[in-house]
């Protein structure tokens, strides 16, 4: 079964979905201040690679990469309610580029899989 | 079978072997994170032999015209010699050929154009005085003009800046290395698409550079350059600015000065732009002060500039030298 990741077009498709999806991000004062001290290129590089294990693209991710990654943002108050804003902003990302509702469900399930380890718990 | 050498060793690829799995089997440690081609952590610069096009997908032109490629993705079809990225700079020796003042904190210096010394407007070259390294932008094109320019602001206490301000002459020699970064002019087709150069101080360097280079290579598409300073006495090259304005149609000069309030506000120039330039097709130019320019690119990007599109060069300052 081929993934969500080829389905859309592979690379390009993060590549299109990365800026949408990152803008989105900044610009919601529920979790903007989360990226105030980051450099923006690298912060794309890392949102990159989170929509590629998002679409189930081939991905090295692992859960003590995402603990480790996260850990001074959860000090900082990271909790369920911004993951939850995550996969709201990744569904409407989806939506805009003609994503189907099926698949979209797909990405959340996905994203919702590493919640714990992200919040470190 | 292709052959890659990195450092002082020689791997031999195995048929569909990537150049970031060889050189992990020789024992190599290279940065990488996805190994898909997406994150970009795993970066090297071919300085002998082409990478093929498939790994430079994604990076910006900049890059790929300089020979970086993603070594997870690189399944070369003849040999090829790497290196991390930058940690290819040549070195040259250069003499100051002419010196101007051109504000009460910012000297620039033309400097002579080593034989093999090539680079675009826009990159930046190291200048070691004394054991001390500094980077300044290059704003000419070398090959045209026959001297690299380089702007030098007085930094306080700066231990180099000083240095070329009060002790450099006409025939005064040092060393050069570079050239590096990727901030610099990379045409299409159809040259049409917006450029807005955005600056403050010697920040205008590169963006000049740009300027320069784009207009010299046919640029057709609308060139803004906005150059922002504390006070109006810090915009210096007004005159040569506005000179290539009524040259050039398609060159727009805008100064931004702190003092004059709202009118000098570099951020609500920045989205004035963008009410008449679509922001999704104009390529962005940033350059000076690290937090200033953090704070540009954020903004140009929420207006609609598309992240692939902003290229920045914040300056960032030496320790100043502690007093004795």
Same mark, same amino acid.
Not at chain 1, 11 to 20: E, G, K, L
Not at chain 2, 63 to 69: K, P, R, T
């Given at each position: 079964m081929s993934t969500l990741f080829e389905t859309l077009g592979g690379s390009a498709a993060i590549d299109a979905a990365v800026d949408i999806f990152y803008r989105k991000m900044l610009a919601d004062d529920r979790v903007a201040h989360?990226?105030?001290?980051?450099?923006m290129d690298r912060q794309i590089a890392k949102q990159k690679a989170f929509l590629t294990m998002a679409f189930g693209g081939p991905n090295n991710y692992t859960g003590k990469d995402l603990r480790e990654g996260h850990r001074h943002l959860v000090a900082r108050g990271l909790n369920d309610t911004h993951v939850d804003v995550v996969i709201e902003h990744l569904g409407a990302t989806l939506r805009e580029l003609g994503v189907g509702e099926d698949q979209i469900a797909q990405v959340a399930a996905i994203a919702n899989s590493v919640r714990d380890d992200v919040l470190d718990r | 079978m292709s052959v890659v050498r990195f450092q002082d060793c020689e791997v031999e690829l195995r048929?569909?072997?990537t150049v970031l799995s060889g050189l992990e089997r020789a024992g190599r440690k290279i940065p990488n994170s *996805?190994?898909?081609?997406? *994150?970009?952590?795993?970066l090297l610069q071919a300085v002998e032999g082409e990478p093929p096009a498939q790994s430079q997908r994604g990076l910006k032109p900049a890059l790929a015209l300089q020979g970086y490629f993603l070594a997870c993705q690189c399944k070369p079809q003849g040999d090829l010699a790497v290196a991390l990225p930058s940690s290819v700079i040549p070195s040259y020796s250069t003499k100051v050929l002419e010196r101007e003042c051109a504000a009460d904190d910012v000297v620039v210096l033309r400097l002579s154009v080593p034989s093999e010394f090539a680079c675009r407007p826009g990159q930046y070259v190291h200048l070691e005085i004394d054991g001390l390294v500094r980077s300044y932008s290059v704003a000419s094109l070398p090959e045209r003009d026959g001297h690299i320019e380089l702007h030098v602001r007085r930094v306080p206490g700066g231990r180099v800046s000083n240095w070329l301000h009060d002790a450099a002459e006409v025939g005064t020699e040092c060393i050069l290395r570079g050239p590096l970064g990727s901030c610099f002019y990379v045409p299409d087709e159809a040259r049409e698409f917006p450029i807005l150069l955005a600056g403050t101080s010697t920040g205008l360097a590169p963006l000049i550079g740009v300027a320069r280079d784009a207009l010299a290579q046919g640029h057709r598409g609308p060139l803004t350059l906005l150059h922002g300073a504390r006070?109006?006495?810090?915009?210096?090259?007004a005159e040569e600015l506005r000179k290539l304005a009524d040259t050039y149609d398609n060159f727009h000069y805008l100064q931004l000065a702190h003092e004059d309030g709202e009118a000098g506000n570099i951020e609500a120039a920045l989205k004035q732009h963008f009410r008449k330039h679509e922001a999704g097709k104009t390529r962005v130019f940033l350059c000076g002060a690290p937090d200033l320019v953090k704070r540009m690119k954020t903004q140009v990007f929420l207006l609609g500039a598309a992240s692939s599109n902003i290229h920045s060069d914040p300056f960032v300052m030496a320790p100043p030298a502690i007093a004795a």
């Amino acid at each position: 079964m081929s993934t969500l990741f080829e389905t859309l077009g592979g690379s390009a498709a993060i590549d299109a979905a990365v800026d949408i999806f990152y803008r989105k991000m900044l610009a919601d004062d529920r979790v903007a201040h989360f990226f105030d001290d980051t450099d923006m290129d690298r912060q794309i590089a890392k949102q990159k690679a989170f929509l590629t294990m998002a679409f189930g693209g081939p991905n090295n991710y692992t859960g003590k990469d995402l603990r480790e990654g996260h850990r001074h943002l959860v000090a900082r108050g990271l909790n369920d309610t911004h993951v939850d804003v995550v996969i709201e902003h990744l569904g409407a990302t989806l939506r805009e580029l003609g994503v189907g509702e099926d698949q979209i469900a797909q990405v959340a399930a996905i994203a919702n899989s590493v919640r714990d380890d992200v919040l470190d718990r | 079978m292709s052959v890659v050498r990195f450092q002082d060793c020689e791997v031999e690829l195995r048929p569909d072997e990537t150049v970031l799995s060889g050189l992990e089997r020789a024992g190599r440690k290279i940065p990488n994170s *996805c190994r898909a081609g997406v *994150c970009q952590s795993c970066l090297l610069q071919a300085v002998e032999g082409e990478p093929p096009a498939q790994s430079q997908r994604g990076l910006k032109p900049a890059l790929a015209l300089q020979g970086y490629f993603l070594a997870c993705q690189c399944k070369p079809q003849g040999d090829l010699a790497v290196a991390l990225p930058s940690s290819v700079i040549p070195s040259y020796s250069t003499k100051v050929l002419e010196r101007e003042c051109a504000a009460d904190d910012v000297v620039v210096l033309r400097l002579s154009v080593p034989s093999e010394f090539a680079c675009r407007p826009g990159q930046y070259v190291h200048l070691e005085i004394d054991g001390l390294v500094r980077s300044y932008s290059v704003a000419s094109l070398p090959e045209r003009d026959g001297h690299i320019e380089l702007h030098v602001r007085r930094v306080p206490g700066g231990r180099v800046s000083n240095w070329l301000h009060d002790a450099a002459e006409v025939g005064t020699e040092c060393i050069l290395r570079g050239p590096l970064g990727s901030c610099f002019y990379v045409p299409d087709e159809a040259r049409e698409f917006p450029i807005l150069l955005a600056g403050t101080s010697t920040g205008l360097a590169p963006l000049i550079g740009v300027a320069r280079d784009a207009l010299a290579q046919g640029h057709r598409g609308p060139l803004t350059l906005l150059h922002g300073a504390r006070e109006r006495a810090g915009l210096y090259f007004a005159e040569e600015l506005r000179k290539l304005a009524d040259t050039y149609d398609n060159f727009h000069y805008l100064q931004l000065a702190h003092e004059d309030g709202e009118a000098g506000n570099i951020e609500a120039a920045l989205k004035q732009h963008f009410r008449k330039h679509e922001a999704g097709k104009t390529r962005v130019f940033l350059c000076g002060a690290p937090d200033l320019v953090k704070r540009m690119k954020t903004q140009v990007f929420l207006l609609g500039a598309a992240s692939s599109n902003i290229h920045s060069d914040p300056f960032v300052m030496a320790p100043p030298a502690i007093a004795a």
